[in-house]
Nanobody, 117 residues
Framework: QVQLVESGGGLVQPGGSLRLSCAVSRSIFSIYAMGWYRQAPGKQRELVATIIRGGYTHYSDSVKGRFSGSRDNAKNTVYLQMNSLKPEDTAVYYC???????????WGQGTQVTVSS
């Protein structure tokens, strides 16, 4: 059973930055795509960032230009740098391996990000 442990969330003012981390309990070297999802209250979980093994990244329109995903295969860790945060970025953020656009493993507990003045 793969375990995912997200961290780095918190309360931040609009325009601020946060860096999220996701520690994976198995090697991610062979995992083609890792992703960051988020789920806001009353909304479905959405994929916001995809990090491909070779370094290619893809973002949803809502975060493009503000968020940057990366992975450290040696540490089995995935990161999400979030800049210029907006109140609408408030959500619980999760990481997972991707099978197409679908999550591959059971979800971790996520990390709460709240953007508010």
């Amino acid at each position: 059973q793969v375990q995912l442990v997200e961290s780095g969330g918190g309360l931040v003012q609009p325009g601020g930055s946060l860096r999220l981390s996701c520690a994976v309990s198995r090697s991610i070297f062979s995992i083609y795509a890792m992703g960051w999802y988020r789920q806001a209250p009353g909304k479905q979980r959405e994929l916001v960032a995809t990090i491909i093994r070779g370094g290619y990244t893809h973002y949803s329109d809502s975060v493009k230009g503000r968020f940057s995903g990366s992975r450290d295969n040696a540490k089995n860790t995935v990161y999400l740098q979030m800049n210029s945060l907006k109140p609408e970025d408030t959500a619980v953020y999760y990481c997972n391996a991707l099978n197409g656009d679908s999550p591959r493993w059971d979800w971790g507990q996520g990390t709460q990000v709240t953007v508010s003045s």
